[in-house]
């Protein structure tokens, strides 16, 4: 079954440090999306992106966020200078329309320290 | 910001029950739904995707929305030990939009 692939699994950082998390959507999706679960926390959405630019983006997703589809497959999401509150689990998602679920990757862990 | 409220349990159950989990909402403009599983460090598996009100089947699951009291339930089955997980539900004014998730209620299936 097709899968969406987030590199790394864990991620270190040092604070104030810049970080690039990694998804590979399914092939034939056209939507993409990032969403953050900060440990005992809800799923959060931080920004969705289609046709190579962002259709929607949460409070959350400031001017530390950005994100990028620098070829066909890859979709990062980057953090300028992380904050120790960035912690969490991102989560990377997408789908083939504008209907129906998101397929999930497993998720980045980042850890700032 | 409580949109989405949801019980986080944990619920435990013994193998074969029906478990009913459930979730309420305050913005009468939801309309899509979704349903997911997450197992422990995995990322959320879509189980079910409804809109508007009504019931939706697959499997030993069902999905009900009732949107006059802004309140979904998900059914479960004679429940299997692999059901245990965390249960999300999720939900959306508008297709395009941005989902809006509760806290998850954690099952556990006893054998």
């Known amino acids: 079954e097709p899968e969406v692939t987030q590199t790394p699994s864990h991620q270190v950082t040092q604070m104030g440090q810049e970080v690039i998390l990694r998804c590979v959507p399914i092939?034939?999706?056209?939507?993409f999306y990032w969403y953050r679960q900060i440990l005992g926390q809800k799923v959060e959405f931080l920004v969705s992106f289609y046709n190579n630019e962002i259709s929607e983006k949460s409070e959350i997703f400031d001017d530390q966020f950005s994100v990028e589809r620098p070829d066909g497959s890859n979709f990062t999401l980057k953090i300028r200078s992380t904050k120790l509150e960035d912690s969490a689990m991102y989560f990377c998602?997408?789908?083939?329309?504008?209907?129906?679920?998101?397929?999930f990757g497993s998720g980045t862990r980042l850890t700032v320290v | 910001q409580k949109e989405v409220e949801q019980d986080p349990g944990p619920l435990s159950v013994p193998e074969g029950a029906i478990v009913s989990l459930n979730c309420t909402y305050s913005n009468s403009a939801f309309q899509y739904f979704m349903w997911y599983r997450q197992y422990s460090r995995k990322g959320p598996e879509l189980l079910m995707y409804?809109?508007?009100?009504g019931n939706k089947e697959d499997g030993r699951f069902t999905a009900q929305v009732d949107k006059s009291s802004k309140y979904i339930s998900l059914f479960i089955r004679d429940s299997q030990p692999s059901d245990s997980a965390t249960y999300l539900c999720a939900m959306s004014a508008n297709t395009g939009n941005q989902f809006y998730f509760g806290t998850g209620t954690s099952l556990t299936v006893i054998p």
């Open positions: 092939s034939n999706h056209l939507y």
């Open positions: 409804t809109y508007s009100s």
């Open positions: 998602a997408s789908r083939a329309g504008q209907a129906g679920g998101y397929t």
